[in-house]
């Protein structure tokens, strides 16, 4: 199980921090990743961090801006966000992800609202 939470309303130009814990199985071994869907618009990724060296990787829109981060003893992954824009408004969605011999072993979150607004 994947939770994801630390959504709410936020100005323009501020942060907040999201997080995804994980109940029920070890997140080391998995690439956590950061998914968005804004209203009338498909589910877009934003942002991974591997399992083995914790690279990280973003989509152009919000590099410099979000930082991904994971804590395996925690068994939680972060999402900060800052220098908010109001179309970073959506739902966002965590998952995990691992390829366990040829197929893959997926975990979503239920997802949590971010909404930037004055």
């Known amino acids: 199980l994947l939770q994801a939470f630390g959504g709410g309303l936020v100005q323009p130009g501020g942060s907040l921090r999201l997080s995804c814990a994980a109940s029920?199985?070890?997140?080391?071994?998995?690439?956590i990743g950061w998914f968005r869907q804004a209203p009338g618009k498909e589910r877009e990724w934003v942002s991974c961090i591997s399992s083995s060296d914790s690279r990280t990787y973003y989509v152009p829109s919000v590099k410099g801006r979000f930082t991904i981060s994971r804590d395996n003893a925690k068994g939680t992954a972060y999402l900060q966000m800052n220098r908010l824009k109001p179309e970073d408004t959506a739902v966002y969605y965590c998952?995990?992800?691992?390829?366990?011999?040829?197929?893959?072993?997926?975990?979503w979150g239920q997802g949590t609202l971010v909404t930037v607004s004055s």
């Open positions: 029920g199985f070890t997140l080391d071994y998995y690439t």
């Open positions: 998952h995990a992800g691992r390829l366990v011999g040829d197929s893959w072993q997926n975990y």
